[in-house]
T-cell receptor
Framework: GQNIDQPTEMTATEGAIVQINCTYQ??????LFWYQQHAGEAPTFLSY??LDGLEEKGRFSSFLSRSKGYSYLLLKELQMKDSASYLC??????????WGAGTKLIIKP | DAEITQSPRHKITETGRQVTLACHQT?????MFWYRQDLGHGLRLIHY???????NKGEVSDGYSVSRSNTEDLPLTLESAASSQTSVYFC?????????????FGPGTRLTVL
């Protein structure tokens, strides 16, 4: 079966760095997406990785290791507005997105 | 600006009633998707469409139907609402076909079936 695993909840301090991990087992692989979802709102796109390595985009970076079925989202200089759920999703061989349950990130002052 | 809208934003209905949720996008995207989101689960795909007159079943399609008569709209119909269909429903769209493109999401519809 297809499976995406990520921690249910994480807590971090404002100004700090946090790493949210995602492991996956899917039928084929056409890339991995990270989305951010604030409570009561729609998911919004953060990043896409298809090749191994690190993609940096401002305070956010995303890493992929295809051989390990592993990705992480790194958030630096945390701000209170980063309190949200972070969704990991893998595009399978049929170009369908398989979604993890999301990681709720709580930022404390 | 292009956008994707959903209506209604909130809906309460009774078991057994037919319900239709609307989704309208002005991105001119070929691909449209319907997901449901429940606590403890990732987004689950209900139905999707890669173009006008094309519809496909997703992972959790039982009890739902869609039709695609134009590029902009993909209404989702619950034939006979059940309490298990209480959920938040998101519509999304993306460009291209058989390609990797980010999906843009509508604001969601919170449906309660009593």
């Amino acid at each position: 079966g297809q499976n995406i695993d990520q921690p249910t909840e994480m807590t971090a301090t404002e100004g700090a760095i946090v790493q949210i991990n995602c492991t996956y087992q899917t039928s084929g692989f056409n890339g991995l997406f990270w989305y951010q979802q604030h409570a009561g709102e729609a998911p919004t796109f953060l990043s896409y990785n298809v090749l191994d390595g690190l993609e940096e985009k401002g305070r956010f970076s995303s890493f992929l290791s295809r051989s390990k079925g592993y990705s992480y989202l790194l958030l630096k200089e945390l701000q209170m507005k980063d309190s949200a759920s972070y969704l990991c999703a893998v595009m399978d061989s049929n170009y369908q997105l398989i979604w993890g349950a999301g990681t709720k990130l709580i930022i404390k002052p | 600006d292009a956008e994707i809208t959903q209506s209604p934003r909130h809906k309460i209905t009774e078991t057994g009633r037919q319900v239709t949720l609307a989704c309208h996008q002005t991105w001119n995207h070929n691909n449209m998707f319907w997901y449901r989101q429940d606590l403890g689960h990732g987004l689950r795909l209900i139905h999707y469409s890669y173009g006008v007159q094309d519809t496909n079943k997703g992972e959790v399609s039982d009890g739902y139907s869609v039709s695609r008569s134009n590029t902009e709209d993909l209404p989702l119909t619950l034939e006979s609402a059940a309490s298990s269909q209480t959920s938040v429903y998101f519509c999304a769209s993306s460009d291209g076909q058989g390609e990797v493109n980010e999906q843009f999401f509508g604001p969601g519809t919170r449906l309660t079936v009593l």
